[in-house]
């Protein structure tokens, strides 16, 4: 990926309105286009060691830039980042997939369910409360930790949930609404010519975690 990507997202958090937009359409559309080439270029690797996403493009998968601003008070119309995430069901998916979001100072490559509904969700966490020693396992894996420090904290609750212990040893894994991993990059790395391998290494050091999670979400 060329400096060009992370320079169009830097001009527009610099200028986020229509009129700007519209008069570099076109740097837009170059941008766009090299995103979507690392996707298309990393999916059919993914699928060696993942299947499942074997079927989807870069079309399936990439957010679109617009922003829905109906009930929110950033009345901003575009997002400042390219995203993408790639499952067997494109963007539409609650995962597991794997996610690349480029942003100036904000870039990281993320694997895992992200969102999942109130069901899916409790069949994580039953997976997980009867098979702790093996999900502990896959978060201790050398290479996996390698790039990511451990499951991401964001809106954990603060009580134990809904059917299961208080006092079981791990709860604070059970608390976790989502259950992600992610490896934040340089703007160095993003531009380096090797930038698709290393890609495929990060997501091949999470994918255990993803068949962990498919798992969950089948049985």
Known sequence: MTELVLSFLKELEKNNNREWFQANK???????????????????????????????????????IFR???????????????????TKAGRKSCGPGYYIHIQPEESLLSAGVYMPDPEKLKKIRQEIYYNIAEFKAILGIKELKKYAGGLDEMDKLKKSPKDFPADFPDLD???????????HLTETQLTEPGFPDFVLKVFNAMHPLNAFLGRAMDG
Do not use: Q
């Open 173 to 183: 894994i059970l608390k976790n609404k989502h259950f992600t991993i992610s490896s």
């Open 68 to 86: 829905d601003v109906r009930f929110s008070k950033d009345k901003a119309p575009y997002k400042n980042n390219f995203g993408a995430w790639i």
């Open 26 to 64: 076109g740097w837009y559309d170059e941008a766009k286009l090299e995103v979507e080439k690392l996707v298309n270029t990393v999916i059919p690797d993914i699928a060696r060691f993942d299947p499942s996403v074997n079927f989807v493009t870069a079309r399936d998968c990439m957010f679109r």
